[in-house]
């Protein structure tokens, strides 16, 4: 190579270094980058606040418990009550029913008021129907044997008013009610007796020894509630009789009146 040329070429090589290492040089001596700062975000604007939850309706109060009275029949100002041929005493019987439907009602969730405490106590008719009236009964049942050379059950209510003791009574509404209730329970014993004692269907009270005295019976008089009396056997029957001393027909008997009386209770309310 030419002295010139080989010179010319070492110059060139040179400057390149050197733009090089200036390069390098100034890369290396700048000075450190300041640490970045950052800015905080805005908060986001708040979302849609949801409305609060609806106020849940108020649960409707539940009805007050059905109340049904129960009126064992006897002793009364009336006597003790009819005695079977074979000894089966009314007031036993109708005690025994009267257990067995207080049972069957309570079990059904129904308040139950007697108006006696124990079998042979006695208690007029008049006190019996106040019992029922303070206790603001959907239904007084009052429970009986009949002893008039017939057989099976009759349901009797009070048609129109009577007079005892200058007391006149019911009242057209309770008259009226008492109505609608015989008509229930006497299809309720029809349906869950099934035949098995004589069906004699409704009667008013007017079709009884004392109603026709007074017009109605006493304990209808005063009533101040729908008001039924029920002859659920006849004691001069024998079959009837014999019905009558099982314990498990007193059971059917007394699922029957539960049936017509919470079916006329629920009816009218």
Known sequence: MRPKVKRACLTMALGVASLVGGGVTAHLLLPARPPVT?????????????????????????????V???????PSENGAGAVA??????????????QALRTELVRRGTKVVMTKAKEGQKVTNRKRAEIANEAHADLCVRLHCDANSGQGHTVYYPEESGTVDGR???????????????????AALREGLGGELTDNGVKTDRETA????????????????????????????A???????????????????ADGALRFADGAR
Do not use: F
């Open 38 to 66: 950052r800015v905080p975000l805005a908060p986001e604007p708040p979302g849609v606040v949801a409305d609060p939850p609806a106020e849940q309706p108020k649960p409707k109060p539940e009805p007050p418990a059905r």
């Open 68 to 74: 049904i009275c129960i009126d064992p029949g006897h």
């Open 85 to 98: 041929a074979d000894g089966l005493r009314e007031v036993a019987a109708n005690w025994q029913v009267a």
């Open 168 to 186: 006149t009574g019911p009242d057209k509404a309770v008259r009226e009610a008492s109505g609608h209730a015989a008509q229930a329970m006497s």
């Open 210 to 237: 004392i109603g026709r005295k007074q017009g109605a019976l006493t304990g209808s008089i005063y009533s101040h509630v729908p008001v039924l009396t029920i002859e659920m056997v006849d004691l001069t029957h």
């Open 239 to 257: 079959a009837d009789v014999r019905w009558m001393r099982s314990a498990e027909n007193q059971r059917k008997i007394a699922a029957a009146l």
